[in-house]
């Protein structure tokens, strides 16, 4: 498997040492295998070919451009929720006819964005969304492809916050509302209803949840086109969970057998929305120990990454695997890896086992692919990492550092 492995006391990316990257890029770096996220990519395209399907890649969890490049190039299309998103999607080369344009807030410029461009179809979450898609197609002369996304009020089972499938959620239009959607939709000629949707949470790693979702929207779907709706797309949204501390997630084709019988009784064209599991463990975080503070019993190794460049750990406890990115990996003594911005919660592991380092010292935050980058923030004043892509034996910085200049360079002094 392509990715990141560890020989001769030293972690790689593919065929070359994160050490090696880290010295060109400087640090804190993000870096992505290409080869690692094709492979995912494939896995789950394999997964589903017995039948007519579309694997729209979550641009949320990744936004890199020579990632969406290079997935695109394997016939991805993609999972968009904003006009950036969109804009990006089209400009590193995916089709218009495979980008589903979701999200609970879209606005009229993006509504008006996606129709112009052409897209395969909107996600729609609500029934006011419904009336706007609705005027903006009409202003435009146009119709407007639909998806409805509906809250099966199944549990993932996973953290809270990334929860989406029960009722009281913000996600979907609730089933009880399924009549009241019909109505509507009738009433609205600029609106063409062709898929059933539902996304019930991110990071599952169990297959029940969406075997229980699936049969929700098949029992639907069928009640729809009964009614006379025309729905040949059903979507099942993305949330294939990845391994972060030897959690055992299942294999896509795991998933795949509880989900292709509903779709081969419904005829239907399968849609999926795979973010995390494409791009979690085809990516790291590379940060240098600025300093090994001691405090009374405490020991913290104080990195040049924080918060700013992954926020997970903050926001979600979530755990990272870390470790010395070369030289012994054996644990010496429980530590704390903080980051320096001015926040108690500016933490990437606590009383976490790790062998002994010194100031300089390079360490790897593994699983920093999905949901790392994207969602960084300058605070502090502290520019965005630089992000490097690996491919075999080569590597190259697809994003460069952010510059202090970058940081005013919107901004002017008013007096
Ligand atoms: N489709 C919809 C409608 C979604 O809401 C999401 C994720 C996805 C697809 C992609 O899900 P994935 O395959 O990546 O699980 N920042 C959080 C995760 C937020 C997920 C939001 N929605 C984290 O760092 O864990």
Redo the contacts with the bound molecule.
């Keep these: 498997m392509p990715g990141f492995h560890f020989k001769n006391k030293r972690w790689y990316s593919d065929g070359v040492t994160l050490s090696k990257i880290a010295e060109k890029a400087g640090t804190p770096c993000y870096v992505y295998s290409l080869p690692a996220f094709e492979a995912r990519f494939k896995e789950i395209d394999q997964a589903y070919k017995s039948v007519p399907h579309l694997v729209a890649y979550?641009l949320?969890?990744n936004g890199n451009l020579s990632v969406i490049h290079a997935l695109a190039k394997l016939g991805s299309g993609a999972?968009v929720?904003s006009g950036g998103e969109l804009f990006k999607a089209l400009k590193a080369g995916i089709s218009a006819e495979k980008i589903i344009f979701?999200?609970v807030g879209k606005t009229d410029d993006e509504i008006a964005y996606g129709l112009q461009e052409g897209i395969r179809y909107f996600?729609v979450e609500s029934i006011p969304e419904i009336e706007a898609i609705d005027a903006v197609a009409r202003k435009m002369r146009k119709v407007a492809p639909i998806a409805i996304?509906f809250n099966p009020d199944v549990d993932p089972k996973t953290?809270h916050?990334?929860t989406?499938g029960k009722k009281e959620t913000k996600?979907g239009v609730y089933l009880g509302d399924a009549e009241k959607v019909m109505r509507v939709v009738r009433q609205c000629r600029s609106v063409n209803w062709t898929g059933v949707?539902a996304?019930i949470?991110?990071?599952?790693t169990q297959t029940a949840s969406v075997g229980k979702a699936a049969k929700v929207i098949e029992k639907l779907a069928l009640r729809l086109r009964h009614e006379g709706f025309a729905i040949h797309t059903v979507n099942l949204?993305?949330?294939?969970?990845i391994d972060y501390q030897g959690e055992k997630p299942p294999e896509p084709s795991q998933y795949a057998a509880l989900v292709l019988p509903v779709i081969k009784r419904l005829s239907a064209t399968l849609v999926l929305?795979?973010?995390?599991?494409?791009?979690?463990n085809s990516g790291v975080l590379l940060t240098r120990v600025t300093y090994v503070k001691q405090s009374g019993t405490k020991t913290f190794y104080i990195v040049d990454a924080g918060m700013g460049e992954l926020?997970?750990p903050s926001?979600?406890e979530?755990y990272h695997r870390i470790a010395p990115v070369e030289g012994p990996q054996k644990p010496a003594q429980k530590v704390d890896v903080v980051g320096p911005i001015c926040e108690s919660g500016d933490f990437f592991a606590k009383d976490r086992g790790l062998p002994s380092m010194k100031r300089g010292d390079l360490i790897v935050i593994f699983s920093a692919g999905?949901?790392g980058s994207v969602?960084g923030s300058t605070y502090n004043a502290r520019p965005l990492p630089p992000e490097v892509i690996v491919r075999g034996n080569k590597f190259s910085v697809a994003r460069s550092r952010q510059t202090w200049q970058d940081l005013v360079r919107r901004e002017k002094i008013l007096t």
Excluded at 201 to 204: C, K
Excluded at 237 to 241: A, F, H, R, T, V
């Design positions: 979550s949320k969890a999972d929720v979701a999200g996600n996304r953290h916050y990334i989406t996600f949707h996304h949470g991110s990071q599952m949204g993305g949330g294939y969970g929305e795979p973010g995390r599991y494409i791009s979690g926020i997970r926001l979600y979530a999905a949901y969602m």
